[in-house]
């Protein structure tokens, strides 16, 4: 079965640093684009960031610099690292299987998602 | 970056009834890269629509999706109790993905 399983997310400072960690099962993650979307309080989803099958790796103009995204292929896992973190930032993270292909583009399968709540 | 408009907000209909859902671009899109998400309640989005007009895995026949350029439409024919839910449009620029901001679809 394939599955996407998020853990990493809590209760931050503004400032302050979060790993956030997708586990994948039933596929792999290296022969797939990888992406992490976030979903504010209320709000509709917003597109974070993608890693390629190659490595390559885009974001979103609001993160750049701030957050990285990567995998560990040993592990079937893909990561987001943020750091100095802002309270805009607060929003259900998920991690998505992204499809880029000849048929169409789109997030096929999603986590459960983990929230990340930036506050003093 | 390519905004995407949705409409109406909400859709007020009775099991059984047609929805036509509405999203409109601010410039063309190719249609590979429009799709269409059903989100309930504390629930992650599910992929209904990719490429436009092709249903993704799993996704009962009376979705349908259409449209091109910058006009797209998702129609659900007869619904269910199950697809009263916020629905979003999704477009890829390269390299960036952008979501509509949703069309609730409620119980009249």
């Known amino acids: 079965e394939v599955q996407l399983v998020e853990s990493g997310g809590g209760l931050i400072q503004p400032g302050g640093s979060l790993r956030l960690s997708c586990a994948a099962s039933?596929?792999?993650?290296?022969?797939?684009?990888m992406s992490w979307v976030r979903q504010a309080p209320g709000k509709g989803p917003d597109w974070v960031s993608v890693?390629?099958?190659?490595?390559?790796?885009y974001y979103r103009d609001s993160v750049k610099g701030r957050f990285t995204i990567s995998r560990d292929n040993s592990r079937n896992t893909v990561y987001l690292q943020m750091n100095s973190l802002r309270a805009e930032d607060t929003a259900v993270y998920y991690c998505?299987?992204?499809?880029?292909?000849?048929?169409?583009?789109?997030?096929?399968?999603w986590g459960q998602g983990t929230t990340v709540t930036v506050s003093s | 970056e390519i905004v995407l408009t949705q409409s109406p907000g909400t859709l007020s209909l009775s099991p059984g009834e047609r929805a036509t859902l509405s999203c409109r671009a601010s410039q063309s899109v190719s249609s590979i890269y429009l799709a269409w998400y059903q989100q309930k309640r504390g629930q992650a989005p599910r992929l209904l629509i990719y490429?436009?007009?092709r249903r993704a895995t799993g996704i009962p026949d009376r979705f349908s999706g259409s449209g091109s350029g910058t006009d797209f439409t998702l129609s659900i024919s007869g619904l269910e109790a199950e697809d009263f839910a916020v629905y979003y449009c999704?477009?890829?620029?390269?390299?960036?993905?952008?979501f509509g901001q949703g069309t609730k679809v409620e119980i009249k």
């Open positions: 998505a299987r992204t499809i880029l292909g000849v048929d169409g583009y789109g997030f096929e399968v």
């Open positions: 890693i390629h099958s190659g490595g390559s790796t």
């Open positions: 039933g596929f792999t993650v290296s022969n797939n684009y």
């Open positions: 999704q477009q890829y620029g390269s390299p960036q993905w952008t």
């Open positions: 490429g436009a007009s």
